[in-house]
T-cell receptor
Framework: DSGVTQTPKHLITATGQRVTLRCSPR?????VYWYQQSLDQGLQFLIQ???????AKGNILERFSAQQFPDLHSELNLSSLELGDSALYFC????????????????FGPGTRLTVL | DQQVKQNSPSLSVQEGRISILNCDYT??????FLWYKKYPAEGPTFLIS?????DKNEDGRFTVFLNKSAKHLSLHIVPSQPGDSAVYFC????????????FGKGTKLSVIP
């Protein structure tokens, strides 16, 4: 158990809809990352938040947005969903203020499997 | 354009033998490299890492080797155990100040009892 939780575990929705994925980082971690894993693809970095502020942006579509709240949990919002958005979405956290792993050693949640029909 | 490549989608090894998983990268800005292991229905789990100032890092049965001039790294597992059967992802980052990981597509390791 990495200490990172993601809800829901599975999500099935239709094209054109909007969904919200939720992530709670490990206790004390300030950074949250979102990754997308499509079929036969490695994990693609989407976006990083650090202590509530956006820190880095990767291959994130304009239809997707994220935020990190004061309690450090994060949400990834996916709108105008397309069939190609079907994927596993992982959240990871890192960067404890004291002790623990380095910033680069990210701890992953179990993922949310999104299916767009 | 894939900056981190794992050219072998799968690898089968007998229990007790050595498993060698390879990874190549193209971005010379990458400064820190990590291996993650992933079981089905779980998120990736950090395994071992190496900084570009080193050429080897060891942790129990796992050793990572880095050849910076060849932009190549490898993960050695000795001896391989059936519980090591999983998908292994190589990842890289430019390091300090930029922590986003660039992942390869993974290599599925099967350790045969």
């Amino acid at each position: 158990d990495s200490g990172v939780t993601q809800t829901p575990k599975h999500l099935i929705t239709a094209t054109g809809q909007r969904v919200t994925l939720r992530c709670s980082p490990r206790s004390g971690d300030l950074s949250v990352y979102w990754y997308q894993q499509s079929l036969d693809q490695g994990l693609q970095f989407l976006i990083q938040y650090y202590n509530g502020e956006e820190r880095a942006k990767g291959n994130i579509l304009e239809r997707f947005s994220a935020q990190q709240f004061p309690d450090l949990h994060s949400e990834l919002n996916l709108s105008s969903l397309e069939l190609g958005d079907s994927a596993l979405y992982f959240c990871a956290s890192s960067g404890r203020t004291s002790g623990g792993a380095t910033e680069d050693e990210q701890f992953f949640g179990p993922g949310t499997r999104l299916t767009v029909l | 354009d894939q900056q981190v490549k794992q050219n072998s989608p799968s690898l089968s090894v007998q229990e007790g033998r050595i498993s060698i998983l390879n990874c190549d990268y193209t971005n010379s800005m990458f400064d820190y490299f990590l291996w993650y292991k992933k079981y089905p229905a779980e998120g990736p789990t950090f395994l071992i890492s190496i900084s570009s100032i080193k050429d080897k890092n060891e942790d129990g049965r796992f050793t990572v080797f880095l050849n910076k001039s060849a932009k190549h790294l490898s993960l050695h597992i000795v001896p391989s155990q059936p519980g090591d059967s999983a998908v292994y992802f190589c990842a890289a980052t430019p390091g300090a100040g930029s922590y986003q990981l660039t992942f390869g597509k993974g290599t599925k390791l099967s350790v045969i009892p």
